[in-house]
């Protein structure tokens, strides 16, 4: 079957790069398949996962990324995030505690000067994170 380069790279520098069969996103439009072939197009994503279909594999790989844009040309897609983690590479218990803060100030009524779509945002990462990894 055909495959298409993929590269997922943040201001850190790169996070995957390999030739897949299909790229599965979210990006704020919703849902996005992309497979070899796919007409050019620049979509801003979502905080979400990235799943990429190897050929010949069952398996797919899993990236988190927060945000940033897919560019897709005939023969490559390149997502730019603001970061990015494949699932091996995430800490889970550092995820964990980033989720039991983020869940604890939303609901800490007291203090009044909380940014709350900060803090949401921050949940939003590491519950993605944490889906990632299998141990949500």
Known sequence: METIKVSVVTPD????ESDVEMVITKAQS??????PGHIPMVAPLE??????FKS????EDLVAVSGGFLEVRTDK???LAQSAE???????ERALRAKERAEQRMQDQKAED???????????RAVNRLSVTGKQ
């Not at 905080?47 to 990429?52: A, D, Q, S, T, Y």
């Not at 010949?56 to 398996?59: D, P, Y």
């Not at 940014?115 to 949940?123: N, S």
């Open 56 to 59: 010949g594999s069952k398996e």
């Open 114 to 124: 909380i940014d709350f779509r900060r803090v949401e945002l921050a949940l939003q």
């Open 86 to 92: 494949r699932a091996e590479d995430i800490d889970v």
């Open 77 to 79: 897609v390149t997502i």
């Open 30 to 35: 919703g849902e996005l398949g992309i497979l």
């Open 13 to 16: 520098g790169p996070v995957y």
């Open 47 to 52: 905080i979400g996962v990235v799943r990429l």
